[in-house]
Every structure is written in C-alpha cells, then in structure tokens.
C-alpha cells in the first residue's frame, strides 16, 4: 500500500527545550515523512529496540504504542464493538536502527492502567512501506535497576562485529538467573533507572523495559531480546488427576508423558519470524497531527501525548471469543511423601502468548504477549499434588483491524487459575541433591518460571504460557518421609531452574 | 586526575555512609543461593526440639580467606532461635550436600566440627561439574505455641581485617503444632483442615 507521506518536519525548535531527553533527531531522507524524535533510553521509556532491513539498521524507521483498556472491558465489549484504544507515544530511529518510545504514566487514563499500574500495549514498528505489530504488558519497575554509564558493547559507537539485537548493555539480573540485555543506548550515556519493566525481566530480579528486535526484510523478524524461544519447553501431560489424599496412593497412570524438553531449533526459530502487513493509516494520522501543532516532538520525547492526538483511526474490533481456554503453567515433581501445594493469590501473574495474521495471509506468527493476573475473586489454594502439571484458565478473543483487517488472537483475562491437574512426568535431574527429613517443608516464591511453548491452544494455535513463582504463585513441598531432592544445576537444588523430589 | 576523582568520590561516600563493603580489601564471602527456594523451615515443628539444615553454599570471590565471626537471624518472629552453627569445607568431588535439612538432630551429636569459622574455598564458575564451597549448617529451634520465622540470616565476617557482612535471603519457618497462626506459610496447617 504507497502511501503519501507529509513533508518531513524536524522538530528543531521543540527539541531544543527538550535537550535533556533528546539526544537527536532521526536524520532526513529522500522520501516524503516526518520523524519522530529519538532519545535514547530514559527513566520513562516503555519499549525500546532496534529495526533492520534483511540485517541493515534501519534509519527514521516510525513506532506508535498503543494501550489497551484495563479490567474486564476487553471480556465485555459486544462482537463487532471497536476496542477502544489509545495512542500513548512514538518515536522514530536513528543512524544503527535503535528506538525508544517513553510514556509518563501521568499521563496515562485511570481506565487504560490496572490496580498495580500495569498497561496493555500494542507497538507497531514500520519502515516507509511495511509494519509489523508486537503486544506486551508495560509493568511498574520494582527492582530499580541503573543502566548505562559504562561502555557500551554494541551501540552507536560500537557496531565492528555487532549482529542485529546484540546488547548494548547487559544487565545482570538475580543470582543465577539470566542477565538482560538492553539494545538502546542511555540519553547521553549516563546511567538511568528505568520506571517500567516486563513481566519476564521482573521475573529474572532485574527492571527493564521491553526490549524488541525487528527486521522488516524479506524474512521478516520480530522478538523479545530477553525471551529466547530455544529456552522454551515442551510440557508434555497425561490424563486428569486428583489431589491425593494422605495415606492413600494414586491411581496408576494410564499414560505416562515424556519428559519436559526444549523446543526444537526449527520452532525457536519459527517464533522469532513474523509477517509485515502494509503500513497502518495511523502514522498518517500522527504525522497530521505534528503538522498541525497538536502534538510536538517535545511532547513525544517526554512521553506526553495530547488528548487532541491520542485517537489514531484504525483500531481492533472483537470478532470472536475464545472463553476459558485451559493453560498449563506450573509443574509439580514429587513423589508421595512430598506432596505439594498450589498458592494463586490476587496478583499472581500469568504470562500468555498472542498471535498475528497480516492482511489476506493464512499463517499466524508469534505476536508477542500479556501479562494476566488473578483476581481477588479467584484466588485458589490446592494441597496434596503429586506429579502434576497445574490447569487454569485463559479468556482469549479473535479481533480484527478496523482498517486492514489483520487479525489478532489476544488473551483478554484470566478465569480459573486452578481448574484441574493433569499428570506429568518425573524427570531425572543431574545436578545437586539434598536430603530433606520428615516433618520439613520448602517453598518457591521467586523465580522465573519456565515458558511452556504450548502451554494454551485457541483455534488451533498454540500459544506460549508461563507463571513465574512470587508470593502470590506460590509452590510449597511438605515432606513426611525421607526424600531426596535433586536439582537441573550442580551449583546446588537453590541455584537449579527445576527441582524434583523422589523417595530417599 | 581520574584517580584523584575517584579518591574524593570514595571520601565523600565514607562520609555519607561508610565505604567498606563497597570495596572490601579482602575476598568476599558469597552465598550461591538467591535461586528458586526462597522458604524452608518445618511443617510441623515440636517446641524445643533442635532441627539442622545444610546445604547454605558458601564460597570467596577470589583467592584468600574469611573468618566467619558469627551469624544473626534477620527480623525474627515468635520463638525461633538459631543455637548453633557450623561450616563444612567441601572439595567438589561431590556436588550433592551432605547434611540434609529437618533433620532432628544436634550438630555435635550429627558428629559435625563446632569449631571451623574460615572460609578459603574460591567460587567455581556457574554450573561447573566440580563446584568447591564451604557450607554453612545451621541448628534451629523454636519455642513456645506460636510459630516462629526469621526471613533469612546475617553472616558476620572478618576479611583482611575489616568487617563485612553477608545477607542469607531464605526464609526459614516453625510451624506451632498447636496453633495455627501463620496460614500463609504453614502449609500442613491447611493439609489438617481441607479435603481434597
């Protein structure tokens, strides 16, 4: 789809009472845009990233966020009614492809923004001609984490052998948990604590905006730089099983699934691939609005959008509901005299895939995702599990562009975050043991669970799940007999992504 | 002239808060923990009865040794009390621990050293098949009905002669047999009254 672009307009005056988040401004170029502005990355910014063209950094390249109500509006909205969403901001990139897009929460509707602060975000990411779209859930930062003020890695300065998406920096997250990476340079370079984060960084000890990597090329791309596919697993489940009562032994297991493993490298790479549709009206919109003075770079850069621009013309549509979708999200490893128990408290997060067709194409790619968490109506406590994989339940809806008709699978809310269990496997883990004595009892309440590459499936797609273990999703082990603890890390059973505990 | 900026922002951080844990001399003494176990402790816990839990692994930074001076629990509630403690030095020919936790035992009946307080052992890197490290056994007891908790523990070092300290981050709880006063973390008190 061509499109007629609006003279380029650089904003020279409004960054020049802006200069403390502004670094610069993406530079001209032949075709007929305007830019946004680039900052790098600051306190407020909500998503950064870097785009590319088949590998080449991408200059000027545009990206809008938008957010999404916030409460049961997504479960309620009639088929057919519009969703009702808002542009909170943009910006373009500059020279190596780098973006970042801030958003104050101040400026962020009551309605578009939950209890805990958290906010449902659509960024579309587009070159002159082609976009692609990425759905997240802008969450508070609780773990102020500095970055920046060292020597960047890969960045504007350091490009000699830097492949598209290496850091620029690499914080560390908790204790054996991974580090993330940050693609953005800092405004200036000095150090900056960032005020929103994700869901999964959150999980890993460290506060971090979402941080994307595009190409728009011929193989299109588009992923989550700190959620690598080839660490997801397969989760695979045998039939329903109850909690087993105390002195009484399970019935025998008419399947016994496999063990959990990584996903091939062919599906790693799958999720990392997308589809570009043709750019949206909306940056036209946006561009109208910069030449008309209703939104200026100034306003941009400080994550401020006037009311006047906060209305882009195409939106989404709900088209079809997907109500109580079961996801497999927490595994339980023990033996009898280890029986667990499951904690879902008002809070706890449950992190679900999304999926995108573009105009006119039959393939659904990998769309990012949102970050649920149970209400206080729903919370749910389960004792006595036995190798076991937790079952709740997910609200998906199909929705569809208003004015490409791409369509969406989004979760919308959570339902029952424990409906059933189903059986799983007992893996053999190699690393530490420990011997744990009767009467003892540990508990996991701070971790970044594993994602379950299929852990949803709705309309035939499989979907992504994980619920990582806070207070709130909270895994307990009470032990009534010698049992052995073992662990996936010889650096000890604390230091290990899994556990599973079998008879001594 | 970079030197000298960084004497003067060391003075003023002496000044403001105390620099010694900032750069300590001396190796530092570090927890391999800050994992997936954040709570331990006994479901159901008889008042008075000692219980031992190994498996804290402790290890330096770099080359040297630590004297451990004593170790504190961190924001105590009820009755829990820490009576003892010990460091076994391990060599990494085996990555499994060896003194389980809840186990109803003293450390001197165990027929474990009282008397070791040095730790020499370097940190081997992450996931190495021979992990060398000292590990910290503690003797933990409650008393009275209610229940008691402590949300980690405070080891006290000397290293190269300064003092520093290090933060144990594992809650530890003793779950009153008679009453039922910490729901959240005494999950056998809801084993009693629930059906499944």
Sequence with gaps: ???????????????????????????????????????????????????????????????????????????????????????????????????????????????????????????????????????????????PTPIGGQEERCGPDVTYGCELGEPVYVVPGAAGASPINIVVGTAGGVAVTPRWSTAKTEGLGASAPQQLVVDLGDQPKLYDVNDNPSTWMTAPAGEEVQPVPDGEQPPPATTQPGPAQPISAAAAAALRTSETAPRTQDFSFVD?????????????????????????????????????????????????????????????????????????SSKWTASGNATLSVSSAQEDVITRIVDAWAIGTVNYARWENTCSRAQLIKPTSLGDPIKKFVRANHPVLSGACIERYNGSQLTMTQSKNMTISAGVEVAGISLSSQSGYTNESKLTLDFKAGTKVCGSSSSGVNRSARIEAHKL | MGSVRTALACIALIAASG??????????????????????????????????????????????????????????????????????????????????????????????????????????????????????????????????????????????????????????????????????????????????
């Design chain 1, 1 to 143: 789809m061509a499109k007629y672009r609006l003279a380029r307009t650089r904003f020279l005056a409004a960054l020049a009472l802006s200069a403390a988040t502004v670094l610069t401004i993406a530079p001209p170029s032949n075709s007929a845009t305007i830019d946004y502005p680039y900052s790098g990355l600051v306190e407020k910014t909500i998503v950064s990233g870097v785009v590319a063209r088949n590998g080449t950094p991408v200059y000027g390249a545009d990206v809008l966020v938008v957010a999404f109500p916030a409460g049961d509006v997504l479960d309620t909205l009639p088929i057919n009614a519009e969703v009702p969403s808002l542009l909170v901001g943009a910006a373009s990139s500059n020279s190596v492809g780098r973006f970042s897009v801030n958003v104050d929460p101040a400026s962020l509707p009551s309605q578009y923004v939950d209890a805990r602060g958290r906010v449902q975000l659509e960024i579309t990411i587009a070159d002159d001609t082609r976009e692609v779209r990425w759905n997240t859930t802008a969450v508070p930062a609780q773990y």
């Design chain 1, 288 to 360: 109208q609005a910069v030449q008309a003075g209703t939104i200026t770079a100034a306003q941009m850069s400080a994550g401020l959008v006037p009311a006047a621009a906060k209305k882009v013309p195409c939106g989404w549509k709900t088209m079809e509901r997907f109500p109580g979708r079961e996801e497999q999200y927490m595994g339980f490893h023990n033996w009898l005299e280890a029986k667990g128990t499951l904690n879902q408290k008002s809070g706890a997060d449950h992190t679900l895939g999304a999926a995108g067709k573009a105009p006119g």
């Design chain 2, 19 to 196: 620099c010694a844990d900032a750069a300590p001399a001396g190796p530092k003494l570090q927890w391999l923990g800050g994992g997936i176990i954040t709570g331990e402790g006994m479901s159901v816990s008889t008042p008075g009865k000692p219980y031992l839990y190994g498996g804290l692994r402790l290890c330096l930074n770099r080359a040297g040794s630590v004297t451990v001076k004593g170790v504190r629990l961190e924001h105590p509630q009820g009755g829990i009390r820490l009576e003892a403690f010990t460091l076994l030095p391990h060599d990494g020919s085996s990555n499994d621990d060896t003194i389980g936790n809840g186990e109803s035992i003293t450390i001197q009946r165990k027929g474990l050293p009282l008397e070791n307080r040095q730790v020499t052992q370097v940190c081997s890197p992450e996931d190495s098949p021979i992990q060398k490290r000292t590990e910290l056994v503690l003797q933990l007891s409650h008393s009275g009905d209610a229940s008691g908790y402590t949300s980690g523990f405070v080891v006290d070092y000397v290293s190269d002669g300064s003092d520093s300290v290090l933060h144990i981050d594992v809650s530890y709880v003793f779950c009153s047999n008679t009453k039922k006063d910490m729901p959240d973390l005494c999950t056998a008190h809801k084993n009693i009254d629930q059906t499944p």
